[in-house]
Each structure stands twice: as C-alpha cells, then as structure tokens.
C-alpha cells in the first residue's frame, strides 16, 4: 500500500487550493482514504475523509462548507479540493487509508494504517 500526496503550496487567504492522493496497492473499494493536517505544536486533525462502501463523506467542522473530498477510481486517486481558505488552515497535509473503515472512524488517525509523506500548505497574505 502506498499513498503519495501532492498539489500544497503557498496560497493567500480567500484562495484555493486542489490536494490529491495517489494510491496504489489496493482497490478503491477496500479502504477508505482520509486527509488529515497538523500544524507545528498542534494535534493532528482530521480534516476529511470519504468512504470505500458507499462514498459517504466526512468534514470536520473547521472546514465543513469549504473543502470537498472526492474520489477518482479509475486513477486511483483522491482529492482534496480546498476554497476560502484561512490562516489556520496552514498546516503539513497527509492522506491515509483504513481498511473498510466506515464514516464514524474518520475523524480518528488511529483507525488509519498507511499514511502519505504529506504535503505542505501555506495560507499567508
């Protein structure tokens, strides 16, 4: 299992910003894939995460009407496409999988197994 994250950068307040998370090693309908963020002296957060059974989706409250998570089977691929964004949304991104996990596991690391390298954003005017 291996995911890779791209796409951060450097972005100012009110921009946008597209993540994606190429995986491999396993079937888009075996594990569900989420985007977590931490920020230097802060916890790890779960920002997002979509589903592998029926592509429910999850959005932490910080970032509920603002981000949206999808999936693209066919190029193994999720992204995580992010609009106003905010200061606070500074912070090193990593996608990871969890096998079948289902939509109250989201918001929880622990339940994730694999995770990417991460990916830095910057939302700085």
């Known amino acids: 299992v291996q995911l890779v994250e791209s796409g951060g950068g450097s972005v100012q307040p009110g921009g946008s910003l597209r993540l994606s998370c190429v995986y491999s090693?396993?079937?888009?309908?075996?594990?569900?894939i989420g985007w977590f963020r931490q920020a230097p002296g802060k916890e790890r957060e779960g920002v997002s995460c979509i589903t592998s059974s029926d592509g429910r989706t999850y959005y932490a409250d910080s970032v509920k009407g603002r981000f949206t998570i999808s999936r693209d089977n066919a190029k193994n691929t999720v992204y995580l496409q992010m609009y106003n964004v905010k200061p606070e949304d500074t912070a090193v991104y990593h996608c990871?999988?969890?096998?079948?996990?289902?939509?109250?596991?989201?918001?929880?690391?622990?339940?994730?197994?694999?995770w990417g390298q991460g990916t830095q954003v910057i939302v700085s005017s």
């Open positions: 090693g396993f079937s888009f309908d075996e594990y569900a």
């Open positions: 990871a999988a969890a096998p079948n996990a289902v939509l109250s596991m989201c918001a929880d690391h622990t339940w994730f197994g694999y």
